[in-house]
């Protein structure tokens, strides 16, 4: 069982970047699909981007082109770069993986087992 532990999270003013990572531990990262989720108060969790265990990656429409994943398997690291922030994009960022298939048309909709326990994006205009 994996044990994952979010970080990097802050405040950045609108147009900033942060770089969230998602330390894993009990078990090698390569394991897993993983994916980066967010949610705001009140509101379901969002899919932001996702990583599968071949590395090929795949992300939200409102990610594309402003963030990255990635991932260290020597660091057993996950990553999610994000640049030109707005205000939009605060939330609490989580990281999450899972070892059942996944359909990378629709990755928001697997079931990921193992979850962190987030990190706060506040992005200020």
């Known amino acids: 069982q994996v044990h994952l532990v979010e970080s990097g999270g802050g405040l950045v003013q609108a147009g900033g970047s942060l770089r969230l990572s998602c330390a894993a531990s009990g078990r090698d990262l390569g394991y897993y699909n993983m994916a980066w989720f967010r949610r705001t108060r009140g509101k379901d969790y969002e899919f932001v981007a996702a990583i599968a265990w071949s590395g090929t990656t795949t992300y939200a429409d409102s990610a594309m082109g402003r963030c990255t994943i990635s991932r260290d398997l020597a660091q057993n690291t996950m990553y999610l770069q994000m640049s030109s922030l707005k205000p939009d994009d605060t939330a609490v960022y989580y990281c999450?993986?899972?070892?059942?298939?996944?359909?990378?048309?629709?990755?928001?909709?697997?079931?990921?087992?193992?979850w962190g326990q987030g990190t706060q994006v506040t992005v200020s205009s």
């Open positions: 999450a993986g899972t070892t059942s298939a996944v359909d990378w048309n629709r990755p928001w909709d697997a079931t990921y087992q193992y």
